[in-house]
């Protein structure tokens, strides 16, 4: 099993490309991962990582090794998975990440009845708007809004989740009732934007009478994070293109209402992502099942 600890200990290094990092992922401190690499190069010989104190990179062997690394740790994960069904007693832990949104609203309020229900069973979620690296961040399940771009990963489809552009009363009363997109570039309305690094521009997918148009949108306001717009726009600061379950509750008790309803945007795919090589796994299956019929309910609920 020291073994094994040292490979995964490696493969995590390779990955995130820092030991400190590979560390704090496996829950353990630097010293321990520095010696656990250090232990595996004794084993094999040679030398896996070059480092120095500002970089850490990998030698030509450890570039080597990384590919039968990853196929020795997919293969304990299948042998263990085999026992697994055939004991009916599916343990472990499972790493799961999703936006913010998604994770607060949908699969944080049902992780501790997946516990309650499967309690060998351990969910460690993790939340952020950023794009993810599923690979390099270790992840078994990602739950993702929008269109799949990554082909290497699989697919299971939750809902179409409709969205809307709204805000709260007071802008409308300040800025006006916008009609639709048009009346959105013309009149200048404030949008706020969700913004990563590297996004050029800004626009809006709405369904018009001659079709889907994008609407070149700008405001004085754009966060990587989408309950911070919603705070915004609570807050009078302007217009926010929502999935209607993120503020649905804002939306009964009057704090938003719907603007621009004539070109209203498209729904946004909900979906979980998985690498092939989980699929296998019986609690990623388990925890699938599990999710997908409570967040179709929930979405279905909110609309």
């Not at 990092?21 to 010989?45: C, F, M, N, W, Y």
């Not at 690979?135 to 699989?154: M, R």
């Not at 916008?178 to 050029?200: W, Y």
Request: aromatic share 6%; glycine share 6%.
């Amino acid at each position: 099993m020291a073994y094994v600890n040292n490979i995964k200990m490696f493969v995590r290094v390779y990955e995130l490309g820092s030991m400190s990092a590979a560390a704090r992922d496996q829950r353990t401190s630097p010293a321990v991962a520095s010696a656990r690499i250090s232990e595996l190069e004794k084993h094999l010989g040679v030398r896996l990582f070059n480092r120095t104190t500002r970089s850490l990179q990998p030698t030509e062997n450890g570039r080597l090794f990384y590919d039968g690394a990853r196929k020795v740790l997919e293969a304990i994960d299948e042998a263990e998975a085999a026992v697994v069904n055939a004991t009916q007693n599916p343990r472990g832990t499972i790493y799961v990440a999703a936006p913010l949104g998604i994770g607060r609203r949908l699969i944080a309020p049902q992780v501790p009845a997946f516990k309650d229900e499967y309690p060998q069973i351990d969910v460690r979620l993790r939340l952020s708007d950023r794009s993810i690296d599923m690979t390099a961040e270790g992840l078994d399940v990602a739950f993702h809004l929008g269109i799949l771009d990554d082909s290497t990963l699989k697919m299971r489809m939750i809902a179409n989740c409709p969205r809307l552009l709204c805000a709260a009363p007071a802008y409308i009363a300040r800025r006006g009732m916008p009609a639709d997109g048009e009346a959105l570039v013309r009149d200048r309305h404030d949008c706020l934007n969700l913004r990563f690094p590297g996004a050029k521009e800004f626009q809006w997918t709405l369904e018009t009478p001659d079709g889907p148009r994008r609407f070149e949108i700008a405001g004085p306001f754009e966060s990587d994070d989408g309950d911070v717009l919603t705070m915004w726009a609570l807050d009078g600061r302007g217009i926010v293109l929502k999935p209607h379950f993120e503020v649905a509750e804002h939306l009964r008790a009057g704090r938003l209402v719907p603007v621009a309803t004539a070109t209203p945007p498209q729904p946004v795919q909900l979906s979980c992502l998985t690498p092939h090589r989980r699929l296998k796994d019986p609690k990623i299956r388990l925890f699938l099942d599990f999710m997908v019929a409570r967040c179709k309910a929930a979405v279905t609920q909110a609309a």
